[in-house]
């Protein structure tokens, strides 16, 4: 079992950059596959980033490929995602997951564990 809390949200302009930290709980890190989520008012919550037990293999929604990157520390029980050249469309709450399926594109009905999430504001 492991317990999420996300952090590092805020406000930034477009083209500005922010790094989410996601601290879990738990002796169990390493494992579960570990995945941030989005969701922006009115919209549904939706898979943006993955990254295997070990951390050798990463998956991307093509909305952030080149943009975003997911990584893990299972020393550190830490998974972060670097956001860069952030555009206004990407403003949402951001959520960190723990599941243990095997899909590399998990949904939110794939999650074991979530965070609370953190806010991200892109301004224009």
């Known amino acids: 079992q492991v317990q999420p809390v996300e952090s590092g949200g805020g406000l930034v302009q477009a083209g500005g950059s922010l790094r989410l930290s996601c601290a879990a709980s738990g002796r169990t890190f390493s494992a579960y596959r570990m995945a941030w989520f989005r969701q922006a008012p009115g919209k549904e919550r939706e898979f943006v980033a993955a990254?295997?037990?070990?951390?050798?293999?990463?998956y991307y929604v093509d909305s952030v490929e080149g943009r975003f990157t997911i990584s893990r520390d299972n020393a550190k029980n830490t998974v972060y995602l670097q956001m860069n050249s952030l555009k206004p469309e990407d403003t949402a709450v951001y959520y960190c997951?723990?599941?243990?399926?095997?899909?590399?594109?998990?949904?939110?009905?794939?999650?074991?564990?979530w965070g609370q999430g953190t806010q991200v504001t892109v301004s224009s």
């Open positions: 990254i295997s037990r070990s951390g050798g293999s990463t």
């Open positions: 997951a723990a599941y243990s399926g095997a899909k590399y594109r998990p949904t939110a009905r794939d999650a074991d564990y």
